[in-house]
C-alpha cells in the first residue's frame, strides 16, 4: 500500500437520477484524485462531465469558509467576516424575536430543494428543527410534483418499471427527456438493448443529443404530448391492438377512455401537435406491437400548465397495451416511491403545530412581495437552493430578497447569487466532507457516504448547523441530539421488507446495495396498482371529486396562439430552458471549466425566425417578455421548430452579460397539478441588444 494513500467510497450529492457511487483517494487529508466506482452497476466507473471534476469544485478559491455578516447594501454582496457564534447568535435572537411576536414563528419561512440528494443534508435535522419552531412549511414543488401527481393520479404511486430491465426493452420511448445529459448513466443499458435489437424513439420539442442518437425523433410542439397519448390511443383502440385482458382484469374506466380518444384522430393531432398524421399511426402500431414497450419520462414535460394531465396520460398507455407484463415493459418517471426509507422519524412532522400553514416555493416572489400575507414573511432561511438564480419570475423574487425588513439566512457552499442578499451568509460543506445517506431518483441501490476530508475552513454540515440553532433556541427533545449515525440508522430501521438486511454496516462493507427487490422488477405485472380502486385508473373517481376532468384529457399550454392570443400576438416564441449538459441547475455555474463548456449564455432560433427578425447568428440578442429579459448571444440553429426558442442550463445572473438569466422571462403560474412551476410554458420575443 503507498504511504498514507487511502480510498474513500463516497456518493455524488447532486440533483440526477443517477446517485453515482465516486472513490476518493486521500493522502495526508487532501482528496487528490476522484473516479467513478466500477462496482456500481450503473456508475460503471464513468462519471459525468460535471462531476468527474468535482475536486475542482471542493478546493475551489471561490469556497466560502467562514461565516459573513451584510455590509453594503442587499444584493451588492458585500459582506465582512463574524464567527460562527456570532452568526448563530443573530439567527436565534432574530427568529427568537420573531417568533414572539404577534406574526408568530410562521413569519419564519425555511427554503431548500436541490442542492443535495441527500437523506441527511437534504432533509433531516432541518425538517425537526423548522417543525419544532413553528415555522411556516414549504411545499417543495420545484421540480417534480406536478409530474409526479400526474402520474399517481394514474398508477396510484411513483413506481415503474426497473431501470435496469430496460436492457430487455424492444422498443425504447424517451419522452421529454434528454437523458445523455440529464440521466446519462442510463444510456449504456438503452445501447445494450439496441445491440439486441430495440428501437429507440424520442418524443420531444427538441432535437437535443439524446434525439440525435434515436432511430425516429417526434418532434411535437411543447405542451402537446397529451394530444399525442390520446391520439395513440384512438389508433391502438381503432385498429384492435389493445390489450383486452389487462384492460378487463387490471384497470378501470376503459370505457370514458374509448369514448374520450374518438375526439383524438390522427388528422386533429396532427394540427395540435405539429407532427405529420403518419407520425402518431406509426408510433401507435409500433408501440402496440412491440414488446416489451418502455416508455422513459422524466419531470421536464410536466413544467407547462397542463404538465400534471400530459403525465397522467402518456402514463395510461402501458395499461392499453399490457405493456407492464414484461420485464422491461412500462413507464418510468422515477424510482424515489421504491426507497421505505422511516421519514417521519427522520423528519418529525408531528413535530409540526396544528394549524400551521404551508407555502409553495415556486411562488417565492410572490410569497416575499404580496402586501396582504398574514403573516408576511420576515425571515427566510436558505440552505440547499439558489432561488435568486433558479426560481421563476425573477424580478418579483429579487424585489422580495431586497426587502429592508427581510432577514435572510443563506447557507451555501458558495456566495451565490441569493447569498448576495443575505443578512448572514454560513459555509457549508461539501459531500466530501460530510456524513450521508444517498438514495437515488433513478436506480434501486442505497448507499452510504462517508467523509473523505476534514471540512474546509469553518464550512458546517446543515445537519450540524441546525443542531447548535436548535440548542440555541432551547429546544430539549432528545432528538435534537441524535448524531448523523444515529439519523441514517433510524431512516433505515423502517421494518419495511425491501430494506431488510440493508444496515450502515452493510453498506459500509459492500457498497451500493440494491432494494430487497425481485429482479427485473415488474411491479405491475399483475396489476396491484395502489390506487383508490385497486386498479390502473383510466377513470378516476378521485379526480372528478378533487374538480379535475376524470378522464385523461389535452390542456393546451398557457402560454400558446389558442389559450393567450394577444399575448402571442405580441411574443411569439415559446422558450425552452432545460438543463445544460456541462452545468447542473445552478451549481456548476460558477466553475469556470465547466462555464467554459456551457458557453456564454446564449439562445438558439430557428433559420426561419432569425430570419424573419433580420438576426444573424453571433448578434448580442435580447430575450424579453413582460415579466423581464436577458441578454444572450444569438445562434441559429435547428434543434428547435420554427417558433420555438431554447436556451440550455441557469447560470448566476452575476455572471450573466446583463446581470439576469432565464428566470427574468419564466412565468409563477402554476401547474394544473401538484403546484409546479411552468418554466417551459413561456412566451418571449428575441430582438437586437
Ligand atoms: N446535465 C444536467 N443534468 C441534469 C440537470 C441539469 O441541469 N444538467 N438537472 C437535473 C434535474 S434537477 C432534473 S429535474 C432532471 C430533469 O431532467 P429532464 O426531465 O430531462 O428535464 P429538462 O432538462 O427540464 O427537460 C427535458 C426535456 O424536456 C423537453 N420538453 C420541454 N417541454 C416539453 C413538452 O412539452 N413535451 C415534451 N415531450 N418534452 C418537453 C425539453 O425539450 C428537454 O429536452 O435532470 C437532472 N439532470
Ligand atoms: N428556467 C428554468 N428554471 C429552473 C429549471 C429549468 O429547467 N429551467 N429547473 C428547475 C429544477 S428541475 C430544479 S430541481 C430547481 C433547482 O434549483 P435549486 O434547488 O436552487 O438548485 P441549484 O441551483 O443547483 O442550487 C443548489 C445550491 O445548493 C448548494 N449546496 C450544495 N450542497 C449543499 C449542502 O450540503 N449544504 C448547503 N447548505 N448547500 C448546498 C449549492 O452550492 C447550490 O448553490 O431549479 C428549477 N429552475
Ligand atoms: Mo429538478
Known sequence: METGARTVRCVCPHDCPDACSMLVSVEQGRATRLVGDPGHRFTAGFLCVKVSRYLERVYSPARLLHPLRRVGPKGAGRFERISWDEALDAIAQRFREIAASPDGPQAILPYSYGG?????????????????LGASVLDRTICSTAGGEGYRRTIGTGLGFDPEAIEQARLIVIWGNNLLTSNVHLWPFVQRARKQGALLVCVDPLRHRTAEHADRHLQLLPGTDAALALGMMQVILAEGLEDREYIARY????????????????????????????????????????????????????RHGGGGMAVRTVACLPALVGAWRHPGGGILLGTSAAFPVDLNRLQRPDLIPSGTRTLNMSLVGELLTAPDLRPPVRALYVYNSNPAAMAPHQEKVLRGLRREDLFTVVHDQFVTDTADYADIVLPATTQLEHFDLMKSWGTLYLQVNDPAIAPLGEARPNTEVFRLL??????????FQDSDEEMARQALASGHPWLAGITLEALRARGPLRLNLPEPFSPFAEGGFPTPSGKCEFYSEAMARDGFDPVPAFTPPRESLTAAPDRAARYPLLLLSPGDHALLKSSFSHLPHLLRLAGEPWVELHPVDAEARGLHAGQEVRVFNDRGS??????????????????????WNKLSPGGTNANSTTSDALTDMGGGPTFHDNLVEVARA
Not at 443535495?116 to 419544532?132: A, K
Not at 409500433?286 to 416489451?292: E, F
Open 630 to 651: 436577458f441578454l444572450a448571444r444569438l445562434r441559429v440553429g435547428r434543434r428547435g421548430r420554427p417558433g420555438v426558442a431554447l436556451t440550455t442550463g441557469i447560470r
Open 251 to 302: 384497470t378501470t374506466g376503459f370505457e370514458a377512455l374509448r369514448e374520450r380518444v374518438k375526439a383524438f384522430p390522427p388528422d386533429r393531432v396532427a394540427a395540435l401537435t405539429g407532427l405529420a398524421g403518419e407520425e402518431v399511426v406509426w408510433l401507435a402500431r409500433a408501440y402496440a406491437t412491440t414488446q416489451p414497450a418502455a416508455i422513459r419520462i422524466n419531470y421536464g414535460m410536466a
Open 470 to 479: 436548535a440548542a440555541r433556541l432551547g429546544f430539549t427533545e432528545p432528538c
Open 116 to 132: 443535495t440528494m441527500g437523506l441527511l443534508q437534504g432533509g433531516s435535522m432541518d425538517r425537526r428543527f423548522f417543525h419544532r
